[in-house]
């Protein structure tokens, strides 16, 4: 089992759409939990922090379920803009940080 | 701005010749990471830096080593490039992360695409 898993997609969905990512952790300790984007062939970008329950920063939120080891993000009101490959990524303690694979969502006009 | 340069931004190469690729910060971070990232692939951590502290992955080949001569910059060398090594390697830093765990977010420079003929 990976540390980190994503459901790779792609995700399709139309501009306005409300879309949901799950990612699941397996190391229980844990710590911070991020998500980034990137775009294609450029750097990854923070776009979440999840330190607690959840977070939310406008069109987007963030949960954690430290009980299920997951952490999701959605999307609400999709733009054009938000199609991307969005990272899940794990910090499980001193500087091991783990990265998912991603999920790569198409917002469609 | 504050921020995480790399260079070059690409980078041709031929198989067996040593090959150095740079990055540097203005963010005074502790911490200097080294990840290859293929296509449509997660990053993998190759080594990071805490101040002059080095450590390697377990699993990163011998093939690749690192240099942090002071804290703003960081060098990694591919001493015989594969074809295999062809990949995005980016740069990323942080703040020291056993302080708070807002200081795990590590930020990214631009990466440098490696080619290998």
């Known amino acids: 089992r990976k540390e980190v898993e994503q459901d790779p997609g792609p995700f399709n969905v139309p501009e306005g759409a409300t879309v949901a990512f799950n990612c699941t952790y397996s190391?229980?300790?844990?710590?911070?939990f991020f998500w980034y984007r990137q775009d294609c062939r450029k750097e990854p970008k923070l776009l979440m922090s999840v330190y607690s329950s959840g977070n939310e920063d406008g069109r987007f939120t963030a949960q954690l379920n430290r009980a299920s080891q997951y952490i999701s993000l959605l999307i609400r009101d999709s733009k054009l803009s938000d199609s991307a490959t969005y990272l899940c990524v794990v910090h499980t303690g001193g500087f091991k940080t783990i990265f998912g694979a991603g999920t790569r969502l198409f917002v469609k006009a | 701005d504050a921020m995480v340069i790399q260079n070059p931004r690409y980078q041709v190469t031929q198989f067996g010749k040593p090959v150095t690729l740079s990055c540097s910060q203005t963010?005074?971070?502790?911490?200097m990471y080294w990840y290859q990232q293929k296509s449509s692939q997660a990053p993998k951590l190759l080594f990071h830096?805490?101040?002059?502290?080095?450590?390697n992955e377990a699993d990163t080949p011998d093939n690749f080593q690192s240099r942090r001569p002071n804290t703003s910059f960081c060098f990694l060398d591919i001493r015989s490039p594969g074809l295999g090594d062809a990949a995005m390697y980016l740069c990323a830093t942080s703040r020291d992360p056993g302080l708070a765990a807002s200081y795990n977010e590590q930020f990214f420079g631009p990466g440098t695409r490696l080619t290998v003929l």
């Open positions: 190391n229980s300790a844990s710590q911070s």
């Open positions: 963010l005074n971070h502790n911490v």
């Open positions: 830096y805490y101040d002059k502290d080095f450590n």
